[in-house]
């Protein structure tokens, strides 16, 4: 079956540091990739997507690069602001007929400091 | 936003009673997802609907059931709720067969099953 994993958290840093968040996945079909973000009290909101191999999704200054060969979405940004403290899903949808069922990873809580 | 609502926001119930939630959309969107959210597994698929009256099982459907008689409203019940379905649900529009598109998530709703 399909299943992703991410990168144990919370993530705690500093604002203007670096960010990468892993993000490695196992399906049987060909998926698209997602990035899901969810701020305090709030639902769900995309973040960035990608649908194919080698594709960037790119949104407010984050990136992530659909890697095939390694099966991975890491999720990066250079410089973190405190706004961006939230929760990151990594998530992915199998092709065919999925009904665009998503598979989450478990969430990765980040907290941004001064 | 997409037109997601969800109702009762937060709601407390006693074991073993029923407890219908209900998604309500008003983008005239086909497909329509029930998740759950609960720490450490981040959301997990319960039902999902492909059309009026055309719903099928996710990850974690036992012990609920879910209608859909008109395109705007997903009915998700719990026939006889229990401890272990304390959560955060989320209902998601979006998606689509070949699952490229995204989905688009309501606010949640808390519930509490003492």
């Known amino acids: 079956g399909n299943s992703v994993t991410q990168m144990e958290g919370p993530v705690t840093l500093s604002e203007e540091a670096f960010l990468t968040i892993n993000c490695t996945y196992t399906?049987?079909?060909?998926?698209?990739l997602f990035w899901y973000v969810q701020y305090p009290g709030e639902g769900l909101q995309l973040l960035l997507k990608?649908?194919?191999?080698?594709d960037k999704g790119s949104n407010k200054g984050f990136e992530a690069t659909y890697r095939k060969e390694t099966t991975s979405f890491h999720l990066e940004k250079g410089s973190v602001q405190v706004s961006d403290s939230a929760v990151y899903f990594c998530?992915?949808?199998?092709?065919?007929?999925?009904?665009?069922?998503?598979?989450f990873g478990q969430g990765t809580i980040l907290t941004v400091h001064p | 936003d997409a037109g997601i609502t969800q109702s009762p926001r937060h709601k407390v119930t006693e074991t073993g009673t029923p407890v219908t939630l209900r998604c309500h959309q008003t983008?005239?969107?086909?497909?329509m997802y029930w998740y759950r959210q609960d720490p450490g597994h981040g959301l997990r698929l319960i039902h999902y609907?492909?059309?009026?009256?055309?719903?099928d099982k996710g990850e974690v459907s036992d012990g609920y059931s879910v209608s859909r008689s008109k395109t705007e409203d997903f009915l998700l019940t719990l026939e006889s709720a229990t401890s272990s379905q304390t959560s955060v649900y989320f209902c998601?529009?979006?998606?689509?067969?070949?699952?490229?598109?995204?989905?688009?998530f309501g606010p949640g709703t808390r519930l509490l099953v003492l």
């Open positions: 609907s492909y059309g009026v009256k055309d719903t």
């Open positions: 998530a992915l949808s199998d092709r065919g007929t999925s009904y665009g069922k998503l598979t």
């Open positions: 998601a529009i979006g998606g689509g067969l070949a699952g490229q598109e995204t989905q688009y």
């Open positions: 399906a049987t079909g060909y998926p698209s």
């Open positions: 990608a649908t194919k191999a080698d």
């Open positions: 983008e005239n969107h086909r497909y």
